[in-house]
């Protein structure tokens, strides 16, 4: 009957693709749609907390400084555990600093703050030359997400963008970018293909590729990779890399949860896939990182290999912001109950910067007290 039902969940979800294959994407289209950005707008000026507090968090971050310079680099290259670690530093802070920029300039209507984030994009779409070395897809995938969230957001609400730098921008994408993560990584830890995927499903949108887009998703969706939800979770709910550390299993939940997100807002509903396997994957970890048992059983890759880890382990204190879009998602917009994710909620609002992550979640997706 399990079996069953899986088949019927993606065959639906096939089924809204195959619907909206043809139309046109929407624009904002990724991770805000106009009417999320024009809430976000409304949060900002409600002085009700979570939101109020939030805001004052991002405004006096160093994000938010218009007299900070961006620090392209002509060369990225990350070796294994970010040895060397050239440029990646900086892209990584540059993309925070061009989406802090562009929510500013959203909620604000001050130019200064979109010609900021013009200003950030451009450095890296006229300085980058190319991303090497091993680790070259998830630095990619990790960081991209958040310069094209900038770009998508200063593309549909703001006019002064030259044609001229947008173009610069695109054959970055193409040039540098995707030609370095068109085929993925299935074989490497989940965390990769779910990273590299959030990106690439935003360079479909922004570029108006449906091919592009579709690779991702359907990686992302049932792809015969260690980071599709098919294959991440088993259906405790039990991720990849649980048996690792709860810091890469935070990772490959909000890359996972940042794609459907992104699907959401073009209307498709990848978030449902596999009976709500993210769901149950978030639940899982933040039930153990509270303190309580789950199940554990030895996961074996799409190749055969063992995953690290015989048992859950190695939770050492560090939550990432990583739960309230996830939350927001399957409580608010679902009705679903996530009490151990609230609970780390508790912990981890407000949701702000952290190397790796989509900040400022607090504020785009939370709701009041």
Known sequence: MKKVLIVLFVCAISFQFNALAQSEFKHPGMLHSKESLDLFKERTKSGKNPWASAWKDLKGSDYANLNRKPQAVSVISCGPHNKPNIGG?????????????????????????????????????????????????LKIGVGGIKYLNAAEIIKHTYKAWNAKDQKAFEKMLMDKWYSVIIDFKPLYNGNWDAAIGQTMMCIGIYLDRRDIFERAYNQLLDGESNGSIKYYFKDTGQCQESGRDQGHTQMGLSYLCNACEIAWTQGLDLYSAYNNRLMKG??????????????????IRIDGRVADGNEVKRFRGNYFPIYERAYH????????????????????RNEGIESGFVPWSTLTSAESK
Do not use: Q
């Open 329 to 348: 998602h399957y409580h608010d917009r679902k009705g679903f109950d996530m009490p151990y994710t609230r609970e780390i909620i508790n912990i981890t």
């Open 282 to 299: 978030y639940e899982y970890t933040c039930k153990f990182m509270t303190g309580e048992k789950v199940p554990f059983e030895k996961y």
């Open 89 to 137: 530093k900086e892209f990584y802070e540059d993309s925070d600093f061009a989406y802090t920029m562009a929510l500013l300039w959203y909620a604000t209507e001050d130019e200064r703050y979109a010609k900021k984030t013009i200003e950030i994009i451009n450095a890296w779409s006229y300085t980058l030359d190319s991303v090497i070395n091993v680790n070259k897809e």
